[in-house]
């Protein structure tokens, strides 16, 4: 116990300048609208703010109607089979055992909607798969249990951690100075255990590109707003991109079962106006340039 509370004391130690200092630095990105986060007694999909996520909903529904066709269909197959077929209806029942065409029938037709299905299908997950050039290209590495980010075209990396972990002076509950840390951060109370301490900041309508990969175990990257889900593992980099449409907070958490703080590994996405972000790569370029020491220059950047 004495071990765990000195490795939660140094981390936070050695946390709580960059936290500082990134604090200060989004501070200059604006006041920016929640909009990717679950919704209380909500249905179907979040909000979709890419191309990927609409697709993916509009799959979704087209499923729906094929399924519940389909399923209203058997069920009255079933009916009519009870009603008109029962003991009391059908006392004499028939004797055959084979009927050609119908055998055809449930052979043929089953295959012809799911190659309708697969013309549909296949080509948004080729969408999906197929990585294009990235505007913004971000290597993003899991840890047990944080997120580490890097900007490969600069010299910008961070670790973003759940406001409320231990890292951050938490035990992973909500108290009185989780919450002072979530709203100095600018996040509601009910953001907690969506809300990091640090945040992934990129462009508007710009094509982002991550690069996936995992340090320990296999976690997963996953933000439902941009329709992405990648798997992070060890020893491989895969890769995913999205391009969000509208500004705004994102939330998304670990999707991968990666140890007993799982839950705890959150993701928030800033998606900021083109200027703001040149504005706030700039910055961190420019002041952070590698070197730690010299994060806390971050709060004067952006006056």
Known sequence: ??????????????????????????????????????????????????????????????????ITVISV???????????????????????????TPIEIAWTVVPILILVFIGAFSLPVLFKQQEIPEGDVTIKVTGYQ?????????????????????????????????????????????????????????????????????GADVIHSWTIPAFGVKQDAVPGRLAELWFEAEEEGVYFGQCSELCGFAHAYMPITVKVVSEEAYEAWLAAAVDEYGGNPESLPAFETAMN
């Not at 939660?8 to 936290?19: D, G, K, Q, W, Y």
Request: glycine share 6%.
């Open 1 to 66: 116990m004495a071990l765990k509370k000195l490795l939660a004391a140094t981390a936070l130690t050695l946390a709580a300048p960059f936290a500082y200092a990134q604090s200060a630095l989004e501070s200059g990105l604006g006041e920016l609208e929640h909009i990717g986060k679950p919704e209380q007694a909500g249905l179907s999909f979040q909000a979709g703010v890419t191309e990927l996520a609409s697709d993916i909903r509009w799959l979704d529904n087209m499923l729906l109607v094929i």
């Open 145 to 213: 249990w944080y997120w580490g980010y890097e900007y490969v075209d600069h010299e910008v990396g961070f670790e973003s951690y759940m406001i409320g972990a231990p890292a951050t002076g938490g035990d992973y509950r909500l108290n009185d100075d989780v919450r002072a840390q979530l709203a100095d951060a600018g996040y509601t109370e009910d953001e907690f255990l969506l809300a990091t301490d640090t945040a992934v900041v990129v462009p508007v309508n710009k094509t982002i590109v991550m690069q996936v990969t």
């Open 73 to 99: 269909f058997v069920m009255i197959l079933l009916a009519i089979c009870i009603v008109r077929y029962n003991a009391r209806a059908n006392k004499t029942p028939a004797t055959f055992t084979h009927n």
